[in-house]
């Protein structure tokens, strides 16, 4: 599903549409959240730096990420 789909279930008056949008922006979101935080590791940031940058606790980042 390209950007200018979503866009359009966005706008739909149909839920179902809209529902399965928001589940691919998530998908999305996890999959982007995923890479930078490794490439965040790569370059030497630290859990809390990490965290900081997410809005979440150092604890957190680190029990998604940090196998």
């Not at 998530?26 to 900081?52: C, N, P």
Request: charged letters at 25%.
């Amino acid at each position: 599903m390209d950007v200018r789909e979503l866009s359009e279930r966005i706008r739909a008056n149909d839920p179902a549409m809209g529902l399965r949008a928001v589940g691919a922006l998530h998908r999305l979101a996890e999959q982007v959240e995923a890479v930078s935080v490794a490439l965040a590791r790569e370059q030497g940031w630290t859990w809390e730096q990490i965290g900081d940058a997410l809005g979440m606790s150092r604890q957190s980042v680190h029990a998604k990420y940090g196998k």
